[in-house]
């Protein structure tokens, strides 16, 4: 069912629900994007600067389409492409899956080094998935190694973050959505790349039923109860050491401007 619900989520179109908000966001109809994103991520000390890069950057056809940092330009260096490509989906299919990201941003920190402002939106509480990453059939055994390197680095991400006896508890098989997010914003600092994770909800929505994000401490509640099962309640809002650089997992909210349609 949870499942389902995330499936119909992301198959909804740019006329409702976060993937609306998104849009609407960065289009500026709530005011100047890029400053509102410096003011969501100001205890980073990051910024984007007005040569900043973001995807998506409009409703257009070409502009709402979503990042992929190991195929699109502009977000990490090639090296660091074939890393994340090599870490993620080892010597399986090199078409194979990896996250798609509501909003990607570059960013300066406050050394003066290039990383990134990666944002998942959420506009009701079914978009929380607990599921885990569907299994490719047996007779596809490209797919199957991309599915074994997968689960190799969420729990490469776990074990540099401390495992489970720290309370880390990301994986391929539970939170999946969230896990693979974690481990993306992990790796990339291991690689040194400093990175702002943050989970936005869009609040106020009515026209997304029962469930829509009412407020901001609504919005705050639950998501700390769903990553509370995969992640220590300490590692939000704080600097996450992970040696060349660091991340930071930050939960901020927003007001929707307009409503969804129903159905």
């Given at each position: 069912?949870?499942?389902?619900?995330?499936?119909r989520a992301r198959d909804r179109n740019a006329?409702?629900?976060?993937?609306?908000?998104?849009?609407?966001?960065?289009?500026?109809?709530?005011?100047?994007?890029?400053?509102?994103?410096?003011?969501?991520?100001?205890?980073?000390?990051?910024?984007?600067?007005?040569?900043?890069?973001?995807?998506?950057?409009?409703?257009?056809?070409?502009?709402?389409?979503?990042?992929?940092?190991?195929?699109?330009?502009?977000?990490?260096?090639?090296?660091?492409?074939?890393?994340?490509?090599?870490?993620?989906?080892?010597?399986?299919?090199?078409?194979?899956?990896?996250?798609?990201?509501?909003?990607?941003?570059?960013?300066?920190?406050?050394?003066?080094?290039?990383?990134?402002?990666?944002?998942?939106?959420?506009?009701?509480?079914?978009?929380?998935?607990?599921a885990g990453k569907e299994a490719p059939p047996?007779?596809?055994?490209?797919?199957?190694?991309?599915?074994?390197?997968?689960?190799?680095?969420?729990?490469?991400?776990?074990?540099?973050?401390?495992?489970?006896?720290?309370?880390?508890?990301?994986?391929?098989?539970?939170?999946?959505?969230?896990?693979?997010?974690?481990?993306?914003?992990?790796?990339?600092?291991?690689?040194?790349?400093?990175?702002?994770?943050?989970?936005?909800?869009?609040?106020?929505?009515?026209?997304?039923?029962?469930?829509?994000?009412?407020?901001?401490?609504?919005w705050r509640e639950a998501f700390e109860a769903?990553?509370?099962?995969?992640?220590?309640?300490?590692?939000?809002?704080?600097?996450?050491?992970?040696?060349?650089?660091?991340?930071?997992?930050?939960?901020?909210?927003?007001?929707?401007?307009?409503?969804?349609?129903?159905?």
């Amino acid at each position: 069912m949870a499942a389902a619900l995330e499936k119909r989520a992301r198959d909804r179109n740019a006329d409702a629900g976060s993937r609306m908000h998104m849009l609407d966001w960065v289009e500026g109809l709530a005011g100047p994007f890029r400053d509102s994103l410096n003011t969501l991520i100001a205890p980073t000390g990051a910024k984007l600067l007005p040569s900043a890069k973001w995807m998506p950057h409009s409703s257009t056809e070409q502009g709402r389409r979503e990042a992929r940092l190991m195929v699109d330009d502009g977000f990490v260096s090639e090296l660091r492409q074939s890393a994340l490509r090599a870490w993620w989906l080892g010597s399986g299919d090199p078409r194979g899956n990896e996250p798609n990201w509501d909003l990607a941003a570059t960013a300066v920190w406050p050394d003066g080094r290039e990383g990134l402002v990666l944002v998942e939106a959420k506009a009701h509480v079914n978009e929380l998935s607990e599921a885990g990453k569907e299994a490719p059939p047996k007779d596809a055994p490209r797919r199957q190694e991309n599915h074994q390197s997968i689960g190799a680095a969420i729990k490469e991400a776990q074990a540099g973050l401390g495992g489970a006896a720290a309370g880390v508890k990301i994986s391929r098989d539970h939170h999946y959505q969230l896990s693979n997010r974690i481990a993306f914003a992990w790796k990339l600092a291991r690689l040194g790349t400093p990175v702002a994770l943050v989970y936005l909800g869009f609040c106020g929505d009515s026209g997304m039923g029962p469930g829509c994000l009412r407020s901001e401490s609504h919005w705050r509640e639950a998501f700390e109860a769903h990553a509370g099962r995969v992640l220590p309640p300490d590692m939000l809002e704080r600097e996450i050491d992970c040696g060349m650089a660091s991340f930071w997992v930050l939960v901020r909210a927003r007001m929707a401007v307009r409503l969804s349609h129903d159905g």
